[in-house]
């Protein structure tokens, strides 16, 4: 690590050797299933899909599932790899109701936007979380990041907030598959800021809501900002930056 600036470690024969033929025992994720009818689709806060959109919306689910065979691969490899511990990662898949919900809250506050851009700007519909001890996770993110680029998967988003004053503290990473195409998101945590992401969740959820006030929100906030001002600085994490491509052999999945 240099002065100013978290530079990315090189990635060895042996530890690629070993990532990827750890991939060959992974089991893949569960199959695409028939998408729902196509009956309109109704939430709270007044939020409402079309049939018509409301079919598109299950057509996209449905690829994300399947690409999320491929995905899981790579990331499970990853994670293995750097140490990390993968929390939830039964929750990869973002639940419809969840995705129909961000979907029609962009539609409403952006009726501008038509629902293929919307769709097409999903980045979490397939997410994961990786997690090391402070001491552990500067490095753990430097490997981790590295790998999934070095396997082609190409860095869309890079949101470091371990230098913030207030609010969120942690790192979100977007992606876009090697294989499909599909957009998914890393988050890279510590068990302090993971457990404060969790306990700020439902003021989160209820912040968003386009149905409640200025007022509420600034209120839900400052909640929040308390939360996450206990969470400690990991050494380096406010400096760490997106990994260099650089490609190696993908991991092998059961589908290919």
Do not use: C
Request: net charge neutral; hydrophobic share 35%.
């Amino acid at each position: 690590m240099t002065t100013g600036t978290t530079t990315t470690p090189p990635i060895g024969r042996s530890l690629l050797t070993a990532a990827l033929a750890t991939a060959l025992a992974l089991g893949a994720g569960p199959a695409a299933t028939a998408a729902p009818g196509d009956d309109g689709w109704r939430g709270e806060g007044g939020l409402t899909l079309s049939p018509a959109d409301n079919a598109e919306v299950n057509t996209y689910i449905d690829r994300a599932k399947q690409a999320e065979r491929s995905i899981s691969v790579d990331v499970r490899t990853a994670a293995l790899a750097s140490d990390a511990e993968l929390v939830g990662f039964d929750n990869r898949l973002k639940s419809p109701d969840s995705l129909k919900r961000k979907v029609a809250t962009s539609l409403k506050e952006r009726p501008e936007k038509n629902l293929d851009t919307v769709l097409a700007g999903l980045t979490d519909a397939v997410r994961y979380t990786l997690q090391w001890p402070d001491g552990a996770y500067t490095d753990g993110v430097a490997t981790a990041s590295s790998l999934l680029s070095a396997w082609g998967n190409d860095t869309t988003k890079w949101t470091n907030t371990w230098g913030r004053v207030s609010g969120y503290k942690g790192l979100n990473t977007g992606w876009r598959a090697a294989r499909s195409g599909q957009l998914f998101e890393v988050q890279f945590h510590t068990p302090a800021s993971k457990h404060a992401q969790e306990v700020t969740h439902a003021l989160y959820e209820e912040q968003r809501l386009p149905s409640t006030s200025p007022a509420r929100k600034k209120e839900l906030q400052a909640q929040q900002d308390a939360v996450f001002a206990a969470v400690p600085l990991p050494p380096g994490a406010d400096r760490l930056s997106p990994p260099t491509p650089l490609r190696a052999p993908l991991p092998v999945s059961a589908t290919g």
